[in-house]
Nanobody, 120 residues
């Protein structure tokens, strides 16, 4: 089982920065792709950024150049540095981790979500 603990959300003015963290713990064979998604009321959850276990990154067009995803494999933690935040970045941000259990089954786990609010 993999447990995720997210932190770093909050209220920030437009143009400001936030850094989200998501730490994975528990019993697993490996942590593979880690990513951040976001969701606003009435809309589908959308991918913000992802990073593979070998460091390949992928970003939504809406955040390219403003956000950087990184990971610390020793700590099983993924980070999302968000700069030049805009009011439209306001959402609940969720961490998602793809992992393999000790029996090598693929497991996808979501974090509990952290609120990011950007005021204009």
């Amino acid at each position: 089982q993999v447990q995720l603990v997210e932190s770093g959300g909050g209220l920030v003015q437009a143009g400001g920065s936030l850094r989200l963290s998501c730490a994975a713990s528990g019993s697993f064979f490996s942590i593979n792709t880690m990513g951040w998604y976001r969701q606003t009321p009435g809309k589908e959850r959308e991918m913000v950024a992802s990073i593979s276990d070998n460091g390949n990154t992928n970003y939504a067009d809406s955040v390219k150049g403003r956000c950087t995803i990184s990971r610390d494999n020793a700590k099983n933690t993924v980070y999302l540095q968000m700069n030049s935040l805009k009011p439209e970045d306001t959402a609940v941000y969720y961490c998602k981790v793809n992992s393999r259990s000790r029996s090598l089954s693929l497991i996808q786990v979501w974090g509990q979500g952290t609120q990011v609010t950007v005021s204009s």
